[in-house]
């Protein structure tokens, strides 16, 4: 019975000890800094609670943030500080700066590499983008899988199908294209896999968009983390299975085929030339292909999932796009690229689909390498600071007629022509050192396989089918499955 008081006494004193420690540390730190408003939360754990009660989306929970706090606000879970950018000039003023471009670890990767993701070479991302993504080759390859998308809704004949799985394997086709040199059957064993791994990440990581950047979340032995840490390494074990092959196949005499060849190409050099390899390392480039396989597969495939369910809902817009495809392009072609200057309102419908859609929710965090000042406000060292993409798509504030589909909304009503400037406020594929390195692979993506179904089919809803963007929020905001028609276009 003593044992019994005084071990109860000791994790009583030991807990208080905690909390009044933790209060103390806040007490200092909010008197050292100006910090900025956000949720009160909870001694220790924050915001956690609020975030998993699960009476709020994270969506509408950020964005009722962003209605009561401003511009910028900030909240923590278990020591780790989040700050949420709700304004277009403080995300580009942020994100220009080096002082918040430190890449915020995701832990489940650290786990699996057995190292930090956050070591990366930023200059190879943009190599790779000016040489590979850039290629004149690189078109053909997104034509070649749209012309495959094609034949697949033609064989359909009229009948009602779902076209979500059709689209996400052409898009991972693209994909590995470029990584890998290698494009797949759609029943290949491999390709089965790889889209059989990735799902299995995107679903850990949609529920979580905070929780794998805390320590003490991502390491507790919880079933969502050992679901994580089994999704990581499945893709990152799949991927060494492709980078092994490459590696044999490799010959440096040879000019390099794809991103993997271009990494391995300029880790020979600097072997050669007997200079310190730095991130060209082997378990970087797992990294790298991880980054933008998983990043470029799941934000393009859903993308187009809404335009074509988009398209379908709204007939009156989409005959409109194919009246300026048949005026430019003519029947006898396929539209390109160097069409796009001439396509205004194609180019604002698509954009005005993505801004509709509100595709992410909160983009990937950076992270502060050091105490900085944004807005006003101090942001100590080591704060997650991520873009509330889903405000900056959707507020009355920033858009007029927010809740309505407005195709002509991206067009200069004095020229009549596209404004991209127009278009910024979205910032979808973020803005500074952090920006995207596949946006120009994305754009390229969107507007090929958007226009060369439009230009070969009419696509259509069953009738009675009600109009809704309401969807599956996850790693991205995704549509539920819905069919539609594909009425050739004569």
């Not at 990440?201 to 390491?219: D, I, K, N, R, T």
């Not at 060369?452 to 995704?478: A, K, Q, S």
């Amino acid at each position: 019975m003593i044992t019994e008081l005084i071990t109860t006494s000791y994790l009583t004193t030991t807990v208080l000890t905690c909390i009044v420690g933790y209060l103390v540390v806040q007490l200092l730190r909010r008197k050292r800094y100006k910090l900025p408003p956000g949720p009160k939360g909870w001694p220790i754990i924050g915001s956690y609670l609020t975030l998993t009660s699960g009476k709020y989306e994270l969506r509408d929970l950020l964005n009722m943030w962003a209605k009561e706090y401003g511009d910028l606000y900030m909240f923590s879970m278990f020591g780790s500080r989040f700050v949420i950018l709700n304004s277009y000039d403080l995300v580009h003023e942020a994100f220009q700066s080096p002082d918040f471009n430190d890449r915020a670890p995701i832990l489940p990767c650290n786990k699996a590499l057995n190292r930090s993701n956050t070591e990366l070479n930023l200059l190879f991302n943009l190599k790779c983008e000016l040489s590979i993504i850039h290629n004149s080759n690189f078109e053909d390859l997104v034509a070649a899988e749209a012309a495959k998308l094609i034949k697949n809704f033609a064989s359909q004949e009229g009948t009602f199908f779902n076209p979500i799985t059709d689209i996400y394997v052409t898009v991972s086709n693209v994909i590995t294209g470029i990584l890998t040199g290698k494009t797949y059957d759609y029943n290949d064993e491999e390709f089965v896999e790889l889209t059989k791994r990735a799902q299995q990440v995107f679903e850990w990581m949609g529920p979580g968009s905070f929780f794998y950047h805390v320590p003490v979340l991502a390491y507790m032995p919880m079933e969502n983390n050992k679901m994580g840490d089994a999704a990581v390494k499945g893709m990152f074990d799949f991927l060494e299975k492709i980078l092994k092959r490459h590696r044999q196949a490799y010959n440096p005499e040879d000019e390099p085929k794809d991103l993997i060849e271009a990494f391995m190409h300029e880790e020979a050099n600097k072997k050669a030339q007997n200079v310190d390899v730095g991130s060209f390392t082997h378990q970087c480039l797992k990294q790298v292909v991880w980054d933008l396989m998983l990043g470029g597969i799941e934000t393009v495939s859903t993308s187009l999932s809404w335009y074509f369910l988009f398209m379908a809902q709204y007939p009156d817009v989409q005959a409109k796009v194919q009246a300026e495809l048949d005026k430019v392009i003519g029947r006898d072609r396929l539209p390109s690229l160097s069409d796009r200057q001439n396509l205004p309102f194609t180019e604002s419908t698509s954009v005005e689909c993505y801004r509709f859609c509100r595709l992410i929710n909160v983009q990937i965090p950076h992270r502060t390498r050091c105490d900085v000042k944004l807005g006003g406000y101090d942001i100590p060292k080591g704060t997650n600071v991520g873009t509330n993409a889903s405000w900056l798509s959707s507020s009355p504030s920033l858009w007029e007629n927010s809740e309505e589909f407005v195709p002509d909304r991206f067009i200069d009503k004095e020229t009549g022509l596209y404004n991209s400037k127009l278009e910024a406020g979205l910032v979808e594929f973020g803005v500074g050192r952090r920006v995207c390195p596949g946006e120009q692979l994305a754009r390229t993506e969107l507007f090929v396989i958007f226009t060369h179904i439009l230009h070969r089919f009419t696509l259509r809803l069953p009738e009675g089918t009600p109009i809704t963007r309401n969807g599956i929020n996850g790693l991205t905001h995704h549509p539920k499955p819905y069919k539609i028609t594909a009425a050739p276009r004569r």
